[in-house]
């Protein structure tokens, strides 16, 4: 997954406002109790920030997964 394809998902699911929000904000036990954001910044897998952050959010829908 690009980054692009991402941010695209995020802004789809929460909006452009509410996603960078969520992404600097929201803790997330699956990315080792960090920040999506800082999970990128760590050199994290943009697919595996994505998995954690779906399974984090169940509202996510399945055709954004």
């Not at 990315?31 to 760590?42: F, H, K, N, S």
Request: include cysteine; aromatic fraction near 10%; glycine fraction near 8%.
């Amino acid at each position: 997954m690009r980054l692009t394809d991402f941010w695209w998902r995020m802004n789809e699911h929460y909006g452009p406002a509410w996603a960078a929000s969520y992404a600097r904000d929201t803790v997330i036990s699956g990315l080792g109790g960090r920040t999506i954001e800082q999970a990128l910044a760590a050199g994290d897998s943009v697919k595996d920030v994505w998995r954690a952050t779906c399974i984090h959010d169940p509202s996510i829908p399945t055709s954004l997964r």
